[in-house]
């Protein structure tokens, strides 16, 4: 069996078989997805990010050129999506689609756990993720939300938002005790890491029920537009500014995997709840999933081979 195939079958085959899991859970029982979906965010997903940044060993140096990369990457994403954009001569509410759909990535429900099975003998390639998943939340909730609602939300209200997110006070609380070698009770951490080797398989059957409520309609240009520039544009563009700034080994492999990851599914979630073209967002969300099982298997074998 080639690399390529074992890359497939080790870490895309148990992603497709859990979303598989999800999707014949809610087509059986048609749970409500909110109350689960509060649940990853606010218990399972802080817990796994703690976890993995306590743990992390990550210096000054690496955390300064992993923001230097992000911030290049993400400039390049959205000036992609504005440009396809407007050269599509596209109404304002598929300019929407198209420009959350290429810059906002899953990196929770999605990359994390693929990143805690590719690299769960180097915890720094998770710890990279989570720092991406970090800044992509962060995206998420300032220029995701930016585009769906320019007029009707104040900055203000786009910062309180942001405040709500647990995975942000995760984040800091585990930086802290890090910085300053602070021991965390044994009562505490064995429920942390609980809830924390719970999350990949609780996130990944939840999108696979969120999937299975997507339907199938006409493919609209838009979509094909946005997933070549979520799935095909992202790993060429993390690519060369990889190769620019001189990463090299699991940082650059998790990176770059990182680049390819589908469009998120927060960009469903919010055009639901703002009534921005949900349908389109939804559809575009539910293509970039399935495709990615390929275009994700190929740039891991790519990172694997290149760094």
């Given at each position: 069996m080639s690399y390529i195939s074992l890359v497939f079958v080790d870490v895309i085959v148990p992603i497709l078989i859990l979303l598989g899991v999800g999707v014949l859970l809610?087509?059986?029982?048609?749970?409500?997805?909110?109350?689960?979906?509060?649940?990853?965010?606010?218990?399972?997903?802080?817990?796994?990010?703690?976890?993995?940044?306590?743990?992390?060993?990550?210096?000054?140096?690496?955390?300064?050129?992993?923001?230097?990369?992000?911030?290049?990457?993400?400039?390049?994403?959205?000036?992609?999506?504005?440009?396809?954009?407007?050269?599509?001569?596209?109404?304002?509410?598929?300019?929407?689609?198209?420009?959350?759909?290429?810059?906002?990535?899953?990196?929770?429900?999605?990359?994390?756990?693929?990143?805690?099975?590719?690299?769960?003998?180097?915890?720094?390639?998770?710890?990279?993720?989570?720092?991406?998943l970090v800044v992509q939340n962060l995206l998420t909730y300032t220029y995701g939300l930016y585009n769906l609602i320019s007029t009707a939300k104040s900055f203000a209200d786009i910062l309180r938002e942001l405040l709500k997110l647990p995975i942000i006070h995760a984040l800091w609380l585990a930086a802290v005790l890090k910085?300053?070698?602070?021991?965390?009770?044994?009562?505490?951490?064995?429920?942390?890491?609980?809830?924390?080797?719970?999350?990949?398989?609780?996130?990944?059957?939840?999108?696979?029920?969120?999937?299975?409520?997507i339907q199938i309609r006409t493919f609209h240009r838009v979509i094909g537009w946005a997933l070549a520039g979520r799935l095909i544009l992202g790993p060429a563009a993390a690519l060369i500014l990889i190769y620019m700034l001189g990463l090299d080994g699991v940082i650059a492999q998790s990176l770059f995997i990182a680049s390819a990851f589908p469009t998120s599914r927060n960009t469903?979630?919010?055009?639901?709840?703002?009534?921005?073209?949900?349908?389109?967002?939804?559809?575009?969300?539910?293509?970039?999933?399935?495709?990615?099982?390929?275009?994700?298997?190929?740039?891991?074998?790519l990172a694997m081979h290149l760094f």
């Open positions: 809610q087509k059986k029982f048609q749970f409500r997805l909110r109350p689960i979906a509060n649940l990853v965010t606010y218990c399972f997903m802080p817990a796994a990010v703690f976890i993995n940044i306590y743990h992390a060993e990550i210096d000054i140096s690496l955390l300064a050129q992993l923001f230097i990369y992000l911030g290049l990457f993400i400039t390049i994403m959205i000036i992609a999506g504005s440009i396809l954009s407007k050269m599509l001569n596209l109404e304002k509410a598929e300019q929407t689609v198209l420009k959350n759909s290429i810059s906002l990535m899953n990196s929770g429900n999605y990359g994390l756990p693929v990143s805690q099975l590719v690299f769960s003998a180097h915890p720094l390639g998770v710890s990279v993720q989570i720092i991406v910085i300053f070698d602070l021991p965390i009770p044994n009562f505490a951490l064995v429920p942390i890491e609980q809830l924390a080797g719970g999350f990949a398989a609780l996130a990944l059957i939840l999108l696979g029920m969120q999937l299975e409520s469903a979630t919010l055009a639901l709840e703002y009534d921005v073209e949900p349908e389109l967002h939804a559809q575009t969300v539910l293509y970039s999933t399935l495709l990615s099982s390929i275009t994700v298997t190929f740039v891991i074998y």
